[in-house]
């Protein structure tokens, strides 16, 4: 056990319960028992965090979680100070608050499990307060449904988004609300496709997207990837769609260099074909400039666009969009018409007033800034204790990195002792067709902390020795 100077506060290592998640307990008991009143300065995150001999990230990290509950409030440049608490109450609630208690405790994500926000880290209070909000003022708006393509302020603040944060000039118009990207694949391959017609797809690639395209009656022309990203289909494959990630290449990593986007743009515009953009991570880059989508690029003339809330905001609210180019919007409303709507409305409007009022990019940049120091502890734990088992490359982007099996190794077999240990580790030739180059480990990095990092490394170790 370890103890800090300030105000007494132990970590206790044996416990089960992440290390920021006790000093957020802590924080939280004190706040609201009075012990620390409205307008405490908490520590500087240095100093908590060498008092107690942990990492300073591990401090942040509890730091802005309570920022996000509402218990804190971080001055910049100043450090943190304690909210009055009347601020984090529900009302007619009594003591309870937004924060995860033991009833509405969110479980952390399996180590290594891909594609997986941290819920821990889920902005509670704004969240709360947008919601409150809505109910208040525009109640009626929650019930309103009607709209095919969703609720329309929700569509702006989209349209708003992807301007900012991708580069593409859309309007609110060719905006369409979906229940994550599945669906906008099928309102996609409804709307250009009919039985028959060839789909090209990444290889190794997303499986939904296989399952769906052969539940269709579609012909798939597998895409390799290269240095360049996905290599284009053969003349003979007639593909009227490919679905790609330019982005960031699922589960490869990497972007798709700008010849290739254009290789792609001129071949969809000379077979009178479409590419769909799945955009699925894109806001997760942690070091340069962000890469403009491909729509962007394509000025949404040839570009189908898919975005997802699951990553940025929460999986379970099941809600992504489409953007469609001008020319195919009428054949969006009508492959909507025949399948109906299944994206829920109830939550659009309280997630448009959420955009609008900035809460969504500043839980965005919070979270990307927690994830990209996640990301760093793990590459320097792979290059560090890894390298006689494999080799990975660093995209600077997504959320999970691929560490390339040496021949010797199975990911397989890897994956199952994980698996055995309690881990989710993903092989990656799980996500292709029985190309043997495809041999790894696909690491997702953003659920866990940098401690549960750290735990489950030393077991994943422990995997290479025992196979
Ligand atoms: C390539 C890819 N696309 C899309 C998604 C997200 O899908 P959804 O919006 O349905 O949650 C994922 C999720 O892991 C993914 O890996």
């Given at each position: 056990m370890k103890l800090t100077s300030w105000l007494a506060f132990s970590i206790d290592r044996t416990s089960k319960t992440p290390i920021f998640e006790q000093i957020c307990g802590f924080i939280r008991e004190q706040a609201i028992s009075g012990e620390l009143p409205e307008g405490t300065r908490l520590p500087p995150t240095r100093v908590f965090a060498t008092d107690l001999g942990i990492s300073r990230s591990t401090v942040v990290t509890a730091y802005e979680q309570l920022e996000a509950e509402g218990y804190l409030q971080g001055l910049r440049g100043s450090g943190y100070t304690v909210c009055a608490m009347g601020q984090v109450e529900l009302q007619g609630?009594?003591?309870?608050?937004?924060?995860?208690t033991s009833e509405t405790k969110v479980e952390p994500a399996k180590p290594f499990e891909i594609s997986q926000a941290d819920l821990r880290l889920f902005p509670h209070r704004q969240w709360a307060t947008t919601v409150k909000r809505v109910c208040r003022t525009n109640p009626q708006s929650m019930l309103a449904g009607g709209s095919l393509f969703g609720c329309f302020e929700l569509r702006e603040a989209i349209a708003d988004h992807v301007s900012e944060w991708r580069g593409i000039n859309a309007s609110a118009h060719q905006v369409i609300i979906t229940a994550g990207s599945t669906d906008a694949l099928e309102i996609c391959v409804r709307a250009v496709c009919k039985t028959g017609d060839a789909i090209g797809l990444e290889e190794p690639g997303y499986l939904p997207v296989r399952r769906f395209a052969s539940d269709y009656g579609l012909a798939t022309s597998f895409l390799n990837i290269d240095g360049n990203g996905a290599e284009l289909p053969s003349q003979g494959d007639h593909a009227r769609l490919v679905v790609l990630t330019p982005s960031q290449q699922f589960p490869l990593g990497g972007a798709m260099s700008p010849s290739r986007r254009l290789e792609f743009i001129h071949w969809a515009e000379e077979n009178n074909a479409w590419v769909v953009e799945d955009?699925?991570?894109?806001?997760?880059?942690?070091?340069?400039r962000p890469i403009p989508a491909m729509a962007g690029f394509d000025c949404l003339k040839r570009t189908i666009y898919i975005g997802s809330f699951?990553?940025?905001?929460?999986?379970?609210?099941?809600l992504g969009y489409m953007i469609a180019p001008e020319g195919l919007v009428e054949n969006f409303h009508s492959a909507m018409k025949q399948i109906?709507?299944?994206?829920?409305?109830?939550p659009q409007p309280a997630l448009a007033e959420f955009m609008k009022s900035g809460e969504f990019h500043r839980h965005l940049r919070r979270v990307r800034r927690t994830y990209g120091e996640r990301r760093k502890f793990l590459l320097n734990r792979l290059e560090r204790d890894f390298t006689d088992f494999g080799s990975f490359k660093?995209?600077?982007?997504?959320m999970q990195v691929v560490l390339h099996l040496n021949s010797r190794f199975e990911d397989f077999r890897i994956s199952q002792h994980a698996a055995d240990k309690g881990m989710s580790v993903q092989p990656l030739s799980y996500y292709s067709t029985g190309d043997l180059s495809h041999n790894g480990l696909i690491l997702g990095f953003c659920g866990s902390t940098e401690e549960e990092l750290g735990r489950a490394l030393d077991l994943l170790l422990s995997c290479f020795s025992e196979t």
């Open positions: 609630q009594g003591t309870r608050t937004l924060s995860a955009d699925y991570d894109s806001e997760f880059r942690y070091s340069g699951s990553k940025t905001f929460s999986n379970s609210l099941r109906g709507v299944k994206a829920s409305y109830m660093d995209h600077q982007a997504g």
